[in-house]
């Protein structure tokens, strides 16, 4: 496992990593990608393939703490805590009631909004540049209510989005009914996002943009790096079978699995894992027009090229615990009951991790021990929609360049 004083280390093959090695080879750099596991097959393997840029809403929101409980007692539920693993996350349990206080709250959304219209923009020339437009889908998302109370609590989300020039339509009856046929009519009314779009499949997005940055010269070791430390003039990285090389620089991008790192650097970022569960059906299990998101209920579901996805939920906890396949199992069973004549036979399920701050902003900056150590991570539900945006604020900060938007709210210090 070697590595070269002339290429930028990127640590994790993610869609965060590859998205930042094309950045990188835009701008005339040597990248090398390091990878413990398979390309893409993390969180960027199984997630619900949105480029969701108008989703602005930190989940560390006033109010939340109080329906936290009512949730944790249900361990199927949108939010679950195994009991074992209270203690363990106790801290980032403080850290996130505190990110829900007003304040904190409006100052996320801010620095969300701001992230997001980069993302926007960003990713729209990493297709472009990258000849991706054949995986993406601009069909819209729809938010869907049970109840006028539900839709009513959800309204001052939607101001938020409006403050921000993001274009929505609440529909209800015939509109509601022709943006996605065959709905229970237990849903009385939806808000339809026309410009959210999604991914055909986001495994096989990631390995199209694996496939252009391999052809542009850059090179792939499996390896797992157990250290990243200063290095006159860079970086050197140490693997876990005793090894040791240089680089230019040091790109931490491995998702969950980047808290370690940061230890070994003496930086403690409170990065959680979040459990996320799927079943993707097979095709034609129903004639899904779009995205449809059950926010009462913690799930979305999804038309890809490989089927019909239905996953999301939230499990805190850790990265050693077996999966609990009864999550996907239950919001299957939710599917079914919501589109009538759904096809639930045939599917396969997923349990993969999300990288997760208790704020909700990803950590995106150089690291107090090296300016030449760089960390891009804790993107949580966003990283297939963030991805371009972190990799050019990566490469900013590498050039010595002005960031495209503050990084303040990103710094790896604010915790």
């Known amino acids: 496992m070697t590595t070269t004083p002339d290429e930028i280390a990127v640590v994790g093959a993610g869609i965060i990593g590859l998205a930042i090695a094309f950045h990188l ?25 949105a480029l969701a840029f108008s989703d602005v809403l930190p989940l560390a929101s006033p109010g939340i703490m109080r329906k936290a409980p009512g949730w944790l007692l249900d361990p199927l539920g949108p939010l679950s805590i195994p009991p074992a693993y209270l203690p363990t996350i106790a801290p980032w349990l403080l850290r ?30 990493m297709i472009a540049d990258a000849g991706l437009s054949g995986h993406v889908r601009s069909d819209g998302n729809l938010q869907l209510y049970e109840s006028e109370a539900e839709f009513s ?50 495994h096989l997005f990631a390995l199209a943009l694996f496939d252009k940055v391999t052809a542009q010269g850059a090179r792939l070791i499996r390896g797992e790096v157990t250290e990243a430390v200063p290095s006159e003039g860079g970086a050197e990285l140490r693997f876990s079978d005793g090894s040791a090389s240089p680089a230019g620089a040091a790109v931490i991008a491995a998702g969950a699995w980047s808290r370690k790192l940061c230890d070994q650097l003496r930086e403690r970022i409170p990065l ?21 998101t059950f926010g009462g209920h913690g799930f979305v579901i999804t038309p890809l090229a490989t089927g019909i996805r239905i996953g999301g939920a939230v499990e805190l906890g850790g990265l050693k615990r077996p999966p609990n396949f009864a999550r996907s199992q239950i919001m299957l069973e939710k599917a079914a009951a919501f589109l009538p004549g759904l096809k639930t036979g045939g599917g396969k399920q997923w349990m993969g991790f999300r990288p997760s701050l208790p704020d909700t902003l990803p950590v995106i900056g150089a690291s107090k021990a090296s300016d ?14 963030q991805c371009a945006a972190t990799a050019q604020l990566i490469a900013d900060l590498l050039a010595g360049r002005p960031s495209a938007i503050p990084l303040a709210p990103f710094r790896p210090a604010r915790f």
């Open 372 to 385: 030449r150590i760089l960390y891009a991570f804790g993107h949580g539900h966003s990283g297939l929609t």
């Open 153 to 202: 609590a959800s309204l001052p989300g939607w101001q938020a989005r409006e403050r921000e020039g993001i274009p929505f339509e609440h529909v209800r009856g015939a509109r509601l009914a022709g943006l996605q046929p065959g709905l229970s009519p237990r849903f009385v009314v939806g808000s339809f996002t026309p410009h959210w779009q999604t991914v055909d499949d986001p």
């Open 96 to 125: 996130f009631w505190r990110a829900s206080l007003p304040d904190r709250y409006r100052a996320s959304i801010a620095a969300q909004c701001a992230l997001m219209r980069l993302s926007s923009r960003a990713m729209d020339r």
């Open 272 to 292: 959680e894992t979040e459990r996320g569960y799927n079943t993707t059906l097979p095709p034609g299990a129903f004639d899904l027009r779009r995205q449809l």
């Open 25 to 49: 080879q835009r701008e005339g750099r040597k990248v090398v990608l390091i990878e413990r596991g398979g390309v893409a097959e993390g969180a960027s393997y199984g997630n619900a393939g």
